[in-house]
T-cell receptor
């Protein structure tokens, strides 16, 4: 699976959009970009995933560049409850059994 | 659905003791995983299983053993506990298909003193 690079930490003002970047320059054509978040000491929670098209769900939007070498997770109106560690993972479906997490980005939403 | 259930939630072990962390899921997922998370760090994959009777090593398997006799259960065994195994342990599972998103348990906080 391709390696990902994320900033160690970020701050965001409450009510503003939080844009979390992820670099994955060695991504293969069949690999998806996944995002999870971990609030305090809970188990990580799935947010969104995508292959090459931008994706949106009730939690967030995922923007993947045309060359697929980087992506951005967007939380459109961050709240204090979005303070968490956000993990970007790149993996292929069906056949890639290892599910490897990196160190993630610690997002702090400020009041 | 209960999802992924881990027991116990907390445990303190003495050096050299052994124990089994329990993980069970009721979603009929084939794939199950054990991770450990040290304070302030990311998750490290210990072992995983792609189905009953099939297990494989992850990134940090030393000091641990697993078994998968049923689809539902994936226990993690610590033999001869060491202080370096003080960590929070998470179990997770998913099913192959469209999203393959992981579902996590609430974790077991283990201290080895």
């Amino acid at each position: 699976d391709a390696k990902t690079t994320q900033p160690t930490s970020m701050d965001c003002a409450e009510g503003r959009a939080a844009n979390l970047p992820c670099n994955h320059s060695t991504i293969s054509g069949n690999e998806y970009v996944y995002w999870y978040r971990q609030i305090h000491s809970q188990g990580p929670q799935y947010i969104i995933h995508g292959l090459k098209n931008n994706e949106t769900n009730e939690m967030a939007s995922l923007i993947i560049t045309e060359d697929r070498k980087s992506s951005t997770l967007i939380l459109p109106h961050a709240t204090l409850r979005d303070t968490a560690v956000y993990y970007c993972i790149v993996r292929a479906l069906s056949g890639t059994y290892k599910y490897i997490f990196g160190t993630g980005t610690r997002l702090k939403v400020l009041a | 659905n209960a999802g992924v259930t881990q027991t116990p939630k907390f445990r303190i072990l003495k050096i050299g003791q052994s124990m089994t962390l329990q993980c069970t899921q009721d979603m009929n997922h084939n794939y199950m995983y054990w991770y450990r998370q040290d304070p302030g760090m990311g998750l490290k994959l210990i072992y995983y299983s792609v189905g009953a009777g099939i297990t494989d090593k992850g990134e940090v398997p030393n000091g641990y053993n697993v078994s998968r006799s049923t689809t539902e259960d994936f226990p993690l065994r610590l033999e001869l506990a060491a202080p370096s195994q003080t960590s929070v342990y998470f179990c997770a599972s998913y099913t192959a298909g469209y999203s393959e998103k992981l579902f996590f348990g609430s974790g077991t906080q283990l201290s080895v003193l």
